[in-house]
């Protein structure tokens, strides 16, 4: 999980400039056989860059020699905050000081 997980720092929010990781907007990764499922989330229920994040997650894991297929799945529970976000992404987006 820790290399899929590396894998997608490389999909950047392009809003906010900051990976999806930092963010805090991934819930669950799991693979099983080469099948990758990500749970996951949005910044906002209305995103607009819904389909460009997913595809974005999509491509990148499809990118690893042992990954087949990736389903990702959008879930809004619980919501996203702030709060989830690591201190490299608050610091970058002016919430640390």
Known sequence: MDTLQECLKNVIDPELGVNIVDL???YDIDEHDGHVHVTMTLTT????????????VERALMELPKVGSV????VWQPAWSPAQMSDAAKE??????
């Open 71 to 74: 389903k990702v799945e959008i």
């Open 24 to 26: 805090g907007l991934i």
């Open 45 to 56: 229920p209305g995103c607009p860059m819904h389909d460009m994040i997913t595809s974005g």
């Open 92 to 97: 970058q987006l002016g919430y640390l000081e």
